[in-house]
């Protein structure tokens, strides 16, 4: 685990990088490492842990096995998280142009399916499935993405993995860049240097609308047109945060600390506690906002579940959702007490998945809560207790 010259630079939201491919993404862990000199932690061991439980461990093995398979999030592991593309273009909340509109006209360039079919390794032979997707250690889903793109503007090396989608999203839809290679190039560089692609992404769209608005000139960028759809500024603007260069250095304060800074463009921040926020418009997923609004280290789109788990996908997930005591499925963008209670609830139940560490996709499928005696054989009970299973 490793920061790169961004964190070395201390740009404000470099985050921390495993395997050249994935990272520790969000609230600047990078920089607080920096900030220490401590460059990397490497653990090395050369014996096999022991397992503690064995049995549950092939329990919920031969559970995983049978159930994911048949679950939707088989089309997690083949189109990724950037297959979720359509269903935000399709409600309304996909941020674009920061936040300035929930539709994207471009959003099929950055989808999932796209990615797939025109930048994943092994697409010239039919071997995405073998060679375009990885996976976290003993995971069957394989969601991951590793791109390849070998010519045109923005080569892509498959080491550094491929975008999430609030990758694609940040440095799609919040750009108005239209430009899958872009997109993937930025996550590229992102990984190459320790940054956060979701804040990396928001404040240069937040730097877009204060350009378009004349609230950030030439003479601040240095020379570049920063209007929005720019691909090429936003990758070029990429690798400036991360080597704090020019108009980057100023960015890499974050877009709360750059509008501070400036002293213009305050108008068109979109964060919560200093945060940038996740690709998610908070118009349309209110509970969501609501943990925006709470949430210790501000807007953060993985310490609850979303919105649309409780209003039209409440089929799919009653399951799981009843065991929270969560039964009655509420109207699209709402926000009263019950929807209140779903915030509280899944809160409590993604800090449970963050505690045992386990994926909230892995376990957001339909029948996919640990059960009480999983719970008690792992040792945590109390988990089973705090939760009311
Ligand atoms: S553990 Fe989660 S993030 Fe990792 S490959 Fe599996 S589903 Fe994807």
């Not at 022991?50 to 031969?62: G, S, T």
């Not at 930048?119 to 375009?132: C, H, P, V, W």
């Not at 498959?158 to 919040?174: D, I, K, Q, R």
């Not at 690709?279 to 501000?298: C, D, E, T």
């Amino acid at each position: 685990m490793q920061i790169g010259p961004a964190g070395e630079k201390l740009v404000r939201f470099a985050c921390l990088i495993n395997m050249c491919n994935r990272a520790n993404g969000r609230t600047g862990m990078g920089a607080v490492m920096g900030s220490k000199n401590l460059k990397a932690v490497a653990v090395r061991g050369s014996r096999r842990p022991e397992v503690a439980e064995k049995e549950a461990l092939a329990e919920m093995r031969k559970w995983a096995a049978d159930v994911f398979p048949k679950s939707a999030v088989s089309g997690l592991g083949k189109f990724g998280t950037p297959g979720v593309v359509s269903v935000q273009q399709s409600t309304g909340g996909l941020p674009t142009f920061n936040f300035s509109s929930g539709v994207f006209d471009g959003w099929k360039t950055i989808d999932g399916h796209n990615l797939y079919e025109t930048a994943l390794k092994g697409r010239e032979t039919g071997k995405q499935d073998q060679e375009g997707r990885d996976t976290c250690f003993g995971c069957i889903i394989r969601c991951k993405r590793v791109v390849e793109i070998k010519e045109g503007p923005y080569p892509v090396d498959p080491l550094y993995g491929g975008p999430e989608y609030e990758t694609v999203a940040t440095f799609g839809s919040y750009c108005g860049v239209d430009d899958l290679p872009a997109t993937c190039k930025a996550n590229e560089i992102c990984n190459k240097l320790g940054l956060d692609t979701i804040s990396c992404g928001a404040t240069i769209a937040w730097a877009m609308e204060a350009f378009e608005a004349g609230a950030i000139t030439p003479k601040d960028t240095g020379g570049i047109d920063l209007r929005f759809g720019n691909g090429e500024a936003m990758v070029r603007l990429t690798e400036m945060i991360g080597k704090r260069e020019g108009f980057g250095n100023l960015l890499a304060e974050g877009s709360a600390r750059a509008a501070q800074h400036l002293g213009r463009g305050a108008e068109f921040l979109i964060t919560s506690k200093g945060q940038e926020a996740p690709a998610h418009m908070p118009q349309v997923k209110r509970s969501l906002a609501l943990i925006y609004a709470v949430n210790p280290f501000g807007a953060d789109h993985e310490s609850s579940d979303h919105d649309p788990s409780y209003e039209a996908g409440f089929n799919f997930f009653k399951d799981r959702l009843g065991k929270l005591g969560l039964t009655q499925a509420q109207e699209p963008r709402s926000l009263g007490p019950e929807k209140v209670k779903f915030a509280r609830k899944t809160q409590h139940f993604f800090s449970m998945l963050d505690s045992l560490n386990l994926c909230q996709f892995a376990c957001g499928v339909k029948k996919g809560t640990p059960t009480r005696p999983t719970l008690e054989r792992l040792g945590m009970g109390w988990v089973a207790d705090r939760l009311g299973l």
